[in-house]
């Protein structure tokens, strides 16, 4: 798939929880939020081969250095200070920031490190995907590929895509129409059968 399309899921679900991802990544490229952001994965139900995932499941990876320098501020001594309340208030903002009406439907982990994030874990993260880094911010194309490598051929998750232009020639249907007799005067002949390609 082509950079900046997007997922075609055959599962209603699967569509209307990745209009989600895509509101969250829109947001996180934007920048201006609370909290320096420098790792996004995925992780859960949405990447298994599941019909109807129960959410999206965000793991937001900061800079604790970028972040502290954010909330930095020069005295009139010229001492730095800096901001603690809002400082730790961050995460609960950066949540705000990225879900709409505290929705259910997306749960945002942030933490300082993977590593950090799996140790108070019962059980692995397993799948998880890297989707973003703000040198790699292509997540679109890491996550179809993702996608087309681990979907069953048994259950696919994603539409097929029909090819554009002269290739889509072979994706085409033929339909039954009546053709011209070689003997008759351009009129169609009842013995006639042709197909023709729509």
């Known amino acids: 798939m082509s950079r900046g399309k997007g997922l075609l ?5 699967r569509r209307w929880l990745y209009k ?3 509101r969250v990544m829109n947001r996180v490229e934007h920048g201006h939020l609370p909290m320096a952001i420098k790792e996004v994965y995925l992780f859960g139900g949405f990447l298994r081969n599941k019909e109807r995932p129960k959410d999206i499941d965000i793991l937001l990876i900061y800079d604790s250095d970028q972040t502290l320098k954010m909330y930095e501020t020069v005295g009139k001594s010229g001492d730095p200070h800096w901001r ?26 942030i933490c300082p490190s993977l590593e950090d994030y799996q140790k108070d874990l019962l059980f692995p993260m397993d799948p998880v995907l890297l989707i973003w880094t703000p040198e790699v911010r292509d997540w679109r194309s890491t ?8 979907q069953l051929e048994s259950r696919p ?4 895509v029909r090819p554009r232009g002269r290739s889509a020639l072979l994706y085409r249907s033929p339909r039954i129409s009546r053709g ?19």
């Open 84 to 109: 603690l309340w809002a400082m730790r208030r961050s995460p609960s903002h950066l949540r705000h920031a990225l879900k709409e009406n505290a929705e259910r439907s997306v749960d945002i982990n």
């Open 9 to 13: 899921f055959l599962s209603k679900r």
């Open 180 to 198: 011209t007799s070689p003997a008759s005067s351009g009129r169609p002949s009842r013995d006639a059968i042709g197909h023709e390609w729509t």
């Open 143 to 150: 996550l179809s590929t993702y996608f087309q490598e681990h």
């Open 20 to 22: 989600k991802v895509v």
């Open 157 to 160: 998750l994603l539409a097929p």
